[in-house]
């Protein structure tokens, strides 16, 4: 089993509309995806933006990356993200206990960081902030086939 967590914080609030429009056509392309076993998405107040999910093989994850909305979305958040990180790793029991505390760990200990156009202070010094408190939380689950 594959985990994968990213995190993107947004620079500017100009970008949400479209940044959700992103996120939401995102969600339906990956609770379709083959191999999609579950994941959440997590809201920071602050404009960042957190995903765990879990695949069935390193491929499953890579066909989602690669492909539809997902791969419409990635060259955009160059320009809207002033952060953006992500860590994956292979995992023999399943994942669905992790917490984002657990996440926000992995993401310090192997996150990459990947670049952008215009990198915050904490981005350009390779730090990932405290998790921020958040009401929005969002369970994905793999839609019947």
Known sequence: MIISITRLHLRSL??????LWHVFTSIRQVTGSPGFLGGKLFVETSLAFWTMTQWANKQAMQSYR?????????PLLFRWCDEAALVTWETQGPGDGLSWDDAHCKMIEKGHFVPVLRPSLMHQKKEIPPLGHSPIEYILKPTKR
Not at 14 to 19: D, I, K, N, Q, V
């Open 14 to 19: 100009r970008y949400l509309p479209s940044f």
């Open 66 to 74: 690669n492909s539809g909305a997902h791969k419409v979305a990635m």
